[in-house]
T-cell receptor
Framework: RKEVEQDPGPFNVPEGATVAFNCTYS??????FFWYRQDCRKEPKLLMS???SGNEDGRFTAQLNRASQYISLLIRDSKLSDSATYLC?????????????FGAGTRLTVKP | DADVTQTPRNRITKTGKRIMLECSQT?????MYWYRQDPGLGLRLIYY???????NKGEISDGYSVSRQAQAKFSLSLESAIPNQTALYFC????????????FGSGTRLTVV
């Protein structure tokens, strides 16, 4: 089982739709969670951190469910410019090390 | 100028050749990472370094080596390139503190023929 798993999609939605992505993680000791956006052939860029209480940034809402070990990203009122691949990232503590593990990404296409 | 700069942007090399990918950063971050990205597999960690004297293996370090020449520079070497090392390679940096995300370079597209 992969440490971080995402539905690869693709998700094809019309403009204005609400879309949600989930990401599950296997390391119960993980404490840092992030969502990144990656455009085609570009580098991932940090979209938002995910806090225990949930957090919102404009049309984007991120939530964490520790009991079920998943994080989610909700995008409201989708825009054409939201079309991208969304990667979740979770820190992976093991011993003295604490690096980040990424999901394979969920591809979103927003259509007119 | 970009905060994290990778060179070259694209490279085609032959099987068996040695190749070095370079990464430099102006963010002043202590932590630097090398990832490779393959379709369907996402980003996989190759090596990481928390300071100049610290080097750690990631998930897939076989066939790769790294050098942290300075706080701002972290290079990745393929001693003898093979075709399954064809991938998109990203360097990333982060600051101390677990709640800060990574800043990625723009990537190096490597093709081994």
């Amino acid at each position: 089982r992969k440490e971080v798993e995402q539905d690869p999609g693709p998700f094809n939605v019309p403009e204005g739709a609400t879309v949600a992505f989930n990401c599950t993680y296997s390391n119960s000791a993980s404490q840092s969670f992030f969502w990144y956006r990656q455009d085609c052939r570009k580098e991932p860029k940090l979209l938002m951190s995910v806090y225990s209480s949930g957090n919102e940034d404009g049309r984007f809402t991120a939530q964490l469910n520790r009991a079920s070990q998943y994080i989610s990203l909700l995008i409201r009122d989708s825009k054409l410019s939201d079309s991208a691949t969304y990667l979740c990232a979770v820190n992976a503590p093991r011993g003295d090390n604490n690096d980040m593990r990424f999901g394979a990404g969920t591809r979103l296409t927003v259509k007119p | 100028d970009a905060d994290v700069t990778q060179t070259p942007r694209n490279r085609i090399t032959k099987t068996g050749k040695r190749i070095m990918l370079e990464c430099s950063q102006t963010k002043g971050h202590d932590r630097m990472y090398w990832y490779r990205q393959d379709p369907g597999l996402g980003l996989r960690l190759i090596y990481y370094s928390f300071d100049v004297k610290d080097i750690n293996k990631g998930e897939i370090s076989d066939g790769y080596s790294v050098s942290r020449q300075a706080q701002a520079k972290f290079s990745l070497s393929l001693e003898s390139a093979i075709p399954n090392q064809t991938a998109l390679y990203f360097c990333a940096t982060s600051d101390l503190g677990r709640n800060y995300g990574y800043t990625f370079g723009s990537g190096t597209r490597l093709t081994v023929v």
